[in-house]
């Protein structure tokens, strides 16, 4: 396993509110990222982090924030949930942003917008 | 980034080898070739990668040819759970545009028994 929990693993939450998911490693690795995958899309990158408090988006960012204050924490907050957002979130993990820097996924969070 | 192409699915039989075949002729020379697999409801699972010298580690083996343009993953003695989609990918580095880590639609390796 690559000591990262994601937390919920499974949430049904209403349009309009809130919703935040966590991420936390147990690796010390500098980068994370947040990822959606969706049937027909597969695996899109949302946004991700180089170190506490240094984030950047990814190509599907927008209705997303994320923040980072601690190394072993990444969370990914939806201001307010729309259907669209309706998906499973993968967190991962590398030491770097070089091709030859592994990038683990955790198990997921499924999320539902209703 | 460099694409890659595989085909949708092939099987084989439990306790032989499994080839997973993946072509990816525009990759850059210093792009890495990943393969992860996928069950169902679960993250993706790195397996392998390697850049142009074979690999071996305890799950599977890598075979890449001499010009980069494909690869193979050898899964030496399949078992019924090495059923998967298993994903090919070039893994572009960060910084530029927007990254991408461009997992495809893979391809799904049923193992029979």
């Known amino acids: 396993d690559a000591g990262i929990t994601q937390s919920p693993r499974h949430k049904v939450t209403e349009t309009g509110t809130p919703v935040t998911l966590r991420c936390h490693q147990t690796e010390n690795h500098r980068y994370m990222y947040w990822y959606r995958q969706d049937p027909g899309h597969g695996l899109r990158l949302i946004h991700y982090?180089?170190?506490?408090?240094?984030?950047d988006k990814g190509e599907v960012s927008d209705g997303y924030s994320v923040s980072r204050s601690k190394t072993e924490d990444f969370l990914l907050t939806l201001e307010s949930a729309t259907s669209s957002q309706t998906s499973v979130y993968f967190c991962?993990?590398?030491?770097?942003?070089?091709?030859?820097?592994?990038?683990?996924f955790g198990e997921g969070s499924w999320l539902t917008v209703v | 980034d460099a694409k890659t192409t595989q085909p949708p699915s092939m099987d084989c039989a439990e306790g032989r080898a499994a080839n997973l075949p993946c072509n990816h002729s525009?990759?850059?020379?210093?792009?890495?070739v990943y393969w992860y697999r996928q069950i169902h409801s679960q993250g993706p699972q790195y397996i392998i990668h390697?850049?142009?010298n074979n690999e071996t580690n305890e799950m599977a083996s890598l075979i890449i040819t001499e010009d980069r343009k494909s690869s193979t993953l050898i899964l030496p003695h399949a078992t019924l759970r090495d059923t998967a989609v298993y994903y090919c990918i070039v893994r572009v580095p960060l910084g530029g545009a927007n990254s991408k880590l461009t997992f495809g639609k893979g391809i799904t390796l049923s193992v029979r028994p």
């Open positions: 982090s180089y170190g506490v408090k240094d984030t």
């Open positions: 525009t990759i850059s020379g210093n792009e890495y």
């Open positions: 991962a993990i590398s030491e770097g942003r070089y091709s030859g820097n592994t990038i683990y």
């Open positions: 390697g850049l142009k």
